[in-house]
DNA sequence: CAGGTTTTCAACTAACAGGCGATAACTTAG
DNA sequence: CTAAGTTATCGCCTGTTAGTTGAAAACCTG
């Protein structure tokens, strides 16, 4: 006979912040692994789905506003992964823009994601998937609406990339691509310049901010 | 206080035949959802992982050697999903490459992905899901791997994409694109002409039979 | 061997990525 | 007010890639 394992949601929260890629995590203070990090979450309630019961954990940590994308991750059902329970984890990936603030609770804080302290169960495997799926569709989607403001300078734009990716970008070359696959549009303002002076920059945003393929091989696409 | 739900892993296994994409379903025969098609997959056990598990169940219907490729799809656990009890499904993408002509119980057989009989719980849209992976991927990975027999001719690949993205495909694009990207190795063979005579075609193999990452935004990749 | 069928390739056009340098638009210091 | 510094933006050049077309190659059958 099948065993009942308990389900927890769990949720890999990114956003860049003094430019790098940081995970929300909070501190444990009971057994098992005392003092480790954990990813926020909790148990699946009867009568809710696996999308609302995160949202409802998270609420306890930030304000859901404040999340500009949520999908799921990948759910781990490892018998080991729980020292003492047969658990059923489902991971979702969120995404912060960067210009946010939330408030958030004593225990609660984050974590540069290539500076990970010790981390419960498995979930630093989970936070790196998280970052993979992060970089992946960053290549292949419009996901960069997630991390960014409502408007922002191109500039702002390459360092919110190349904090998400791990990499330099080249300013140039990422405006003029967004632009032609038609990602980005102007919005005719300019930011004031910085205290060090230079030119203001022009302001733009995503045209569209849900989650859309948009690098579609071409030899795949349908006849035209 | 949590519940504990009953966890099943299930399995969406496509496979073009007939030069038409296909789902592996099986008939029940109780309730609920009595003469309604079913994806194959059942209970997980306690010890086992989730894919240990799907591969099990799956082990019932088909040949799990067979399987090129497998993958978690997604995980549901909408409490209406199901009529009597709360249960939490995660579902896998299996792939069977189309030269292969798999053994099936007498309640189970392949079904067109476009023309799905009456299906069980939610398990419509969880094919849909599958076949949107599918295409995605072959648009920015190498799957096809998964779907063509180890060697073939630059037509029958061509057919294989066509079926499984639902449109026609360029047999020369196809060719020279997947050849530059070093996906495609000629294998020095040549296929015997079929019985309306025309010229015998070279063949060609995968360069990696693992799913690889293939198209990434230029703009994005780490600067050489 | 002529005519039909299928595969393969060469050539051409158009679009795209990436790099570089010039210019524009602001700042602050003198 | 002007010069020097800073940042953003744009244009141009080069090499690469996608997509189309048409011709040639390699087989079959009658």
Redesign the interface.
Known sequence: M??????VVLAVVLQVRDGRLQVLLWQRAQAPFVGAFALPGG????????ED?IRRHLAEKVDVCELSHLE?L??????VRHPSE?Q?A?AYLGLVPSDLDPELPDDTDWHPIDELPETAFDHGAIILAGRERLR?K???ANIGFALAPHSFSISQLRDL?AAA?G????AT??QR?LLRRELLKATGERRASGPSGGRPAALFRFRSRTLE?T??????R??S
């Open positions: 099948h065993e009942k394992p308990t389900h148990y699946l309630l009867s009568g809710e789905t696996l019961s799921q990948v759910t781990t059902g490892d018998p047969r059923v489902t992946a960053l290549s292949y990339y990716l990499h330099e970008v080249s070359n990422l691509v393929i690098d579609q091989f071409a030899v795949l349908p006849p």
